[in-house]
């Protein structure tokens, strides 16, 4: 649990990491997140001398792999985009939407029937999403974006089927060429700020890499040892703190019309919540062998 908590927590504090980073710009800080994950990967790899998967690594899966980094550079570029130019809420609100996003999913492809607690979250969820443009004046496609991207990730990650630190590895290194052909052109055109304006600064842009690598591997530890109603709770925490620093310490705007948009996506999260936690306890009772088996073996 305390694993759990602490990727949540951390992922929760990005919008007090990223800014640290200006005045480099969302997709130079972008790449070199890229370039600098794919070393972290590799120093946990040695050490934990695990490379025998890479002889395993069939095309199907390579080919997940890249995909997966694709939509995971889309999610990440946007991520920072928007808490460096003072969207930091609307980015919480995208993980907000998050699990109703994987609802969805689980109807379009996994051709799943919702119980009627889970239609009446996804029409909350719709809800909130017009009266959000109704505010915004516009949709609110910082949030559709990554919620879109972010489900897309992790349906991706599903079918590919492979642990967190080696999937980083094989999506960081199908991003890196290109990451570092960006960075060096930058440099060439003299518009770069990686290494130009001090060793602090360069250090921080250095640990992006560690930065994204320890709340994953954080998050691998409780995904392995916590049943999934524990984890679904745990994963309200990033974006509760990230609307929390929007709010309270980058002092976005908040005018009653956003406050609704709001109060309807949490109302849809407590029903989905709710209904799961219900179904959850049914299947116990319905099955003798889940009954019997401690928490954790669900």
Do not use: C
């Not at 109302?267 to 799961?276: E, F, M």
């Amino acid at each position: 649990m305390a694993f759990g908590a602490g990727a949540y927590g951390l992922w929760g504090l990005f919008p007090l990491y990223w800014p640290l980073l200006k005045p480099a710009g969302a997709m130079e800080i972008l790449a070199q997140r890229i370039m600098w994950s794919l070393v972290a990967v590799v120093v946990l790899l040695t050490v934990r001398r695990n490379w025998g998967w890479i002889r395993a690594l069939r095309p199907r899966r390579l080919g997940l792999l890249s995909l997966a980094a694709l939509v995971i550079t889309v999610n990440w570029g946007i991520y920072i985009y928007s808490v460096n130019t003072g969207h930091t809420i609307e980015a919480a609100l995208g993980y907000f939407i998050n699990p109703l996003i994987s609802v969805l999913f689980g109807v379009l492809i996994f051709r799943e029937r919702l119980r009627a607690w889970q239609w009446a979250a996804v029409g909350l969820g719709t809800a909130a999403v017009v009266v959000l443009t109704a505010d915004y004046g516009r949709l609110p496609w910082i949030a559709l974006v990554l919620a879109f991207s972010f489900g897309t990730y992790g349906l991706v990650k599903k079918f590919a089927d492979m642990p967190s630190a080696e999937s980083l590895g094989v999506e960081t290194a199908v991003l890196f060429l290109p990451a570092l052909v960006f960075a060096l052109v930058l440099q060439g055109r003299g518009e770069a700020d990686f290494g130009h304006h001090g060793v602090g600064h360069t250090v921080l842009m250095a640990t992006t890499g560690i930065v994204t690598a320890i709340p994953l591997m954080m998050f691998n530890t409780a995904a392995t040892r916590l049943p999934m109603s524990a984890i679904g709770m745990l994963q309200y925490l990033a974006p509760v703190l990230q609307f929390l620093i929007g709010l309270l310490v980058q002092h976005e705007a908040m005018p009653m019309s956003r406050w609704a948009g709001f109060l309807l996506v949490w109302l849809a999260l407590v029903t989905l919540t709710w209904d799961g936690l219900a179904a959850g306890r049914r299947s116990r009772r319905a099955d003798p062998v889940l009954e019997a088996a401690p928490e954790g073996v669900h």
